[in-house]
């Protein structure tokens, strides 16, 4: 036996794969002399004593030399893809499988042995990858452990022993032990034999109680045969390291929570939390158990934890784009590399923390931020979802506020201007480090990540007010997304410099890529350190060997906790040709290894609790679960609806949702929102209810709110006319026609670049005006060859046909085109009427004949009825207004429909526009005979006139009476304040603006089903 070393030499060194395992062997009594690392630091630390003239690679390096290798040549049987953010995607899935091999032992000339067309691929990849390391003296650190390897095993190295207090080694907490962190681990061991220490000691767990799995084997044999392959390796040197087995409770669940979804499982997760934290236990000894750390998995659980007012940490944060925030600086890069989409501009505009100033050229915070919001909203209305350069979209923009003639509105286009070329400035560097150091002063610009004051202040009063800080927690995450994106940025320009790739051009689009890559994995960490008085959420492998009173194990449904994904570049073929030293471990190994981490996390606790969710009654649970049913553990079904009576209360908002479905009398606020709404119903289920103040009603006993509601509703002056179409929608539906007109009611929908029926229909009108004009301008019948062709460019140069459109959109306006040149190529041919006037206003907006129309009180009107000796006045616009032929006092209306005719037998009664007009065009013609007709198109394009005949015509506009009379009906019982939601048709409500205002009940009983006993 070796010596005693000299006292010097007996210090001791305790090994993790955590910050949280060195924090607690640090704080442990009688160890404050004890050194304590986390494997990483370890290896780092050493490889700076032992190798000095070495670095290891970061994660953006290896991943760049993986790219760098794989574009360095050809290589047999792989063609790279164009795109660079497919190339970058490509590249990363080589890397993580370079990863894979290299921690198993794997060397170029292995895989160039091995079979199969992903060995040949890796085996140069991995060949070049280490040439261009080399190169640059760094050391992959998925390899670093032969590296350390074999520097300690060159000679003896007693600074490093000494320095790292390496010669009494404990390693606990790992179970996963690679062929990388074995060979340095042996080689440090024998260095410390040699010293005269006691050398390396790994914990492993010893189960004192049954087994956690069924079955019942499964966990024993998950730990043991881990420790088999230790004492077998071991065993064949002459003083091997060593196992030191800690005995671990049995680890039994003592309940089970089931749950239909993620979100009950979440809430049933965070009201076991409370309760363990109301008996008494602190919170830094609870911790939460998750099979992934991603925020699919994680999402439910931080909004659960967030409403229970419950403290909590975990390895990472939110991905970086999970914040509005982290999504409008990924969002500047992604319009810097095109193409440019209308709603990645209207996010990046809405972003909340984004000052927006130098593109609406506003200095106050609030101000830049109310244009932005406008100029988003107004986007909305711009037909053109995705450009190439952003030119189409704000051209368009521009003519969609000139249409509708608000100058207010002017500053929008030159903002979106400034702000798309800032973003394409990003486009213009050349290298990474020039687009990276011009996406930086642009984010400073836009002071994307550094809240303001008024920002701090606002959410500052809204914690002071509901008591919750989830304002600054949001300012919290967005700031830390963009920190995490431009440290992102900078890892990847840092990685091209240290490879001497700095000069390197490079694209836009291909840092976007390598950024993406890079801060979805920016922050991970293994495991990472504690945060006080916060219950802690982590992986299993990050919590073997920690000891804590409360273990909640979540996601224990089918197929929870399995394998690690390969990736798909290791295959069977590649595997078994490798030599057998050097093998990455199998599905099952990894599975065996989840197992055992788990079965060691649940050990170390005292109290476990194990949870699920499933929607498939037959697909079976976690084996762990399984086990706890048929040791008759408790288990508990959380309700998926959190308004159950037995769901889990978390928040107090929770609390009363459950108190109020089981009968509770709500708050004084709630009870009137429930009376209101209880007598909505009864007004809609009975036809023949009178309307009151929240059901249609408008009390006008005050003369100054009924002067109000008569100025709102309007035509009660030539100034102030009530448009036709108005007139026309009350007509239908007293609650439709008041909320279009005085609330402005309309249905907001993106201007798509197909276009909606209500844009086709705008944008026929507008061609078929200008075609008619140049049209007769050009000589009309006299030369009807040169009228079309005038009609044509007249109509593309009208709707923009003629300029650059995306292709949907220039499909769109060539149809539109062809259609009016079917309105011109008819009225060319017919006989008896000429082409007048276009699109022709009537109102106080042109002269007389042509202003308001006064329709004079009507005989028989009844006392009811509001101020019977006032005269209503109403305005509109004629699609079309042809003259007589030969002399003729004829006059005629024509109405453009691209959807369907309405029909004759509801003229003067529900549709109002034709006889109106007709009354319109007589006065101001002073025709004597009036007609009135539809045009229409249908979907092959053809054109059609109804009514085809001209006394069916002339009987419509002679209808002008009853229409007058409606019309004033229909106004009057406005400013009298009737505007009950009653249609007088059914279908009304299916294409109704005001719908989502009124909320009529999709189904409820007609009048004309009283009547008939129905």
């Not at 497919?86 to 091995?114: I, K, M």
């Not at 925020?295 to 991905?319: K, M, Q, V, W, Y």
């Not at 978390?650 to 004084?668: F, K, Q």
């Not at 025709?927 to 394009?941: I, M, S, T």
Request: proline share 7%; aromatic share 4%; hydrophobic share 45%.
């Amino acid at each position: 036996m070796p010596p005693d070393p000299p006292p010097a030499k007996k210090a001791r060194l305790f090994l993790a794969p955590t910050d949280r395992h060195v924090e607690l062997a640090l704080a442990a009594p009688g160890q404050a002399a004890r050194g304590a690392r986390t494997l990483r630091a370890f290896v780092q630390g050493a490889l700076a004593m032992v190798e000095p003239d070495c670095g290891l690679a970061s994660n953006a390096v290896t991943r760049l030399v993986s790219r760098v290798a794989l574009e360095a040549g050809p290589v047999a049987g792989v063609d790279l893809p164009d795109a660079p953010a497919e190339r970058v995607a490509f590249a990363d899935v080589v890397d993580s499988a370079l990863g894979r091999l290299r921690r198993a032992g794997v060397r170029p000339d292995h895989l160039f042995q091995a079979e199969g067309p992903q060995a040949a691929l890796l085996a140069e990849v991995m060949r070049r990858a280490d040439e261009i390391l080399a190169s640059k003296s760094l050391v992959d650190p998925r390899s670093a452990g032969f590296v350390l390897s074999r520097a300690l095993r060159r000679g003896p190295c007693d600074a490093l022993l000494q320095e790292m207090s390496a010669y009494d080694v404990t390693v606990s907490g790992l179970v996963s032990f690679e062929a990388d962190d074995l060979s340095w681990l042996e080689a440090l061991h024998a260095r410390a034999r040699e010293a005269g220490g006691r050398g390396l000691v790994v914990d492993m767990p010893l189960f004192s109680g049954e087994s956690l799995f069924e079955p019942t084997d499964l966990d024993e044999e998950a730990v043991g045969s881990v420790a088999t392959v230790l004492e077998k390796r071991w065993s064949e040197l002459a003083f091997g390291p060593s196992l030191d087995w800690s005995p671990l409770r049995d680890g039994a669940a003592s309940l089970v929570l089931r749950a239909a979804g993620p979100e009950g499982e979440a809430r049933a997760v965070a009201a076991e939390v409370l309760s363990a934290l109301g008996s008494g236990v602190p919170p830094e000894s609870i911790a939460i158990v998750v099979p992934a750390l991603d925020d699919g998995t994680l999402d439910p659980l931080r909004a659960a934890l967030s409403d229970a007012r419950i403290p909590f940490h975990e390895p990472r944060g939110p991905s970086a784009d999970a914040s509005p925030e982290g999504r409008a600086a990924l969002g500047l890069f992604a319009l810097a590399s095109g193409p440019v989409t209308r709603e990645r501009v209207i996010d990046i505009l809405r972003a909340p923390g984004l000052h927006s100033g130098i593109w609406v050229s506003e200095r106050a915070e609030r101000d830049a931020e109310a244009k932005a919001a406008l100029l988003a909203h107004r986007l909305r209305d711009v037909p053109v979802e995705v450009d190439r350069t952003g030119t189409l979209l704000v051209e368009n923009l521009r003519a969609v506020i000139e249409a509708a003639g608000d100058t207010d509105e002017a500053w929008m286009p030159d903002a979106l201007t400034r702000m798309l070329e800032s973003v394409a400035l990003l486009a213009k560097g050349t290298t990474r480090a020039e687009i990276a150091v011009r996406f930086g002063a642009l984010c400073d610009k836009l002071d994307l990540g550094r809240p303001s004051i008024g920002e701090l202040g606002a959410a500052l009063r809204v914690e002071a007010l509901r008591g919750r800080s989830l304002a600054l927690r949001a300012i919290g995450e967005g700031q830390a997304a963009v920190r995490a994106i431009r440290d992102a940025t900078r890892a990847v320009v840092e990685a091209a410099a240290m490879l001497g790739l700095e000069a390197t051009p490079a694209r836009v689009e291909e840092l976007y890529a390598e950024v993406r890559r890079a801060s979805a994995t920016q922050g991970r960490s293994d495991g990472g350190g504690s945060r006080a008085s916060a219950v802690r959420i982590a992986r299993p492998s990050e919590l073997c060997g920690i000891p804590y009173d409360v273990l909640l194990v979540t996601g224990l449904g089918p197929g929870g906790y399995g394998p690690e994904s390969d990736g798909g570049l290791i295959d069977e073929r590649l595997w078994s040709t490798l030599p057998a030293s050097a093998r990455p471990p199998t599905a099952r190994e990894r599975d065996r290894i989840r197992r055992a981490e788990l079965a060691w996390a649940m050990g170390g606790a005292r109290r476990v609790v194990l949870s699920y969710s499933t929607t498939d009654d037959e697909a079976a649970p976690h084996p762990t679960v399984t086990r706890a049913l048929r040791s008759k553990i408790t288990e508990r079904v959380e309700p998926s609806s959190r308004v159950s009576r037995a769901a889990s209360r978390i928040d107090p908002r929770g609390a009363e949702l459950v108190a109020l479905s089981a009968g509770s009398l709500p708050a004084p606020l709630i009870a009137d929102r429930v009376s209101i709404e209880r007598a909505r119903l009864a007004y809609f289920l009975d036809p023949r209810a009178d309307a009151g103040p929240f059901t249609g009603r408008i009390d006008v006993a005050d003369p100054e709110l009924a002067a109000h509601l008569r100025a709102c509703v309007g035509g009660d002056a030539p100034g102030r006319p009530i448009a036709v179409t108005h007139i026309e929608k009350a007509a239908g539906c007293a609650f439709a026609g008041f909320a279009r007109r005085v609330w402005r009611t309309r249905r907001q929908e993106d201007a798509l670049e197909a276009a909606d029926p209500r844009e086709r229909g705008t944008q026929v009108h507008a061609a078929t005006a200008a075609a008619f004009r140049a049209a007769w301008e050009a000589g009309g019948r006299a030369n009807r060859r040169k009228a079309l062709e005038a009609a044509r460019d007249a109509a593309m140069r009208e709707v923009g046909a003629d300029k650059e459109a995306a292709p949907l959109r220039r499909e769109l306006l060539i149809a539109a085109v062809d259609v009016a040149l079917g309105f011109v190529a008819h009225g060319l041919e017919e006989q008896g009427y000429s082409f007048a006037l276009a699109e022709q206003p009537f109102g106080p907006s042109v002269a007389a004949p042509w202003d308001a129309l006064p329709i004079a009180p009507m005989p028989g009107e009844g006392e009811g009825d509001a101020a019977p000796g006032a005269s209503v006045f109403v305005e509109g616009k004629i699609d079309r207004v042809d003259r007589g032929d030969g002399g003729k006092s004829a006059a005629r209306v024509v109405d453009y429909k691209t959807g369907q005719i309405p029909s004759k037998s509801e003229q003067g009664t529900l549709h109002l526009q034709l006889p109106l007009y007709a009354a319109a065009v007589a006065r101001a013609t002073g025709a004597e005979e009036v007609q009135a007709l539809y045009l229409g198109v249908d979907k092959r394009g053809e054109i059609s006139a109804k009514p085809a005949k001209d006394t069916d015509r002339k009987a419509i506009a002679d209808k002008r009476l009853d229409a007058e009379r409606t019309a004033r009906k229909v106004v009057l019982s406005l400013w009298d304040g009737r505007i009950e939601p009653r249609p007088v048709k059914g279908d009304l409500c299916d294409r109704c603006d005001a719908r989502d205002v009124c909320r009529r009940p999709a189904v409820v009983p007609g009048e004309a089903d009283e009547e008939g006993g129905g």
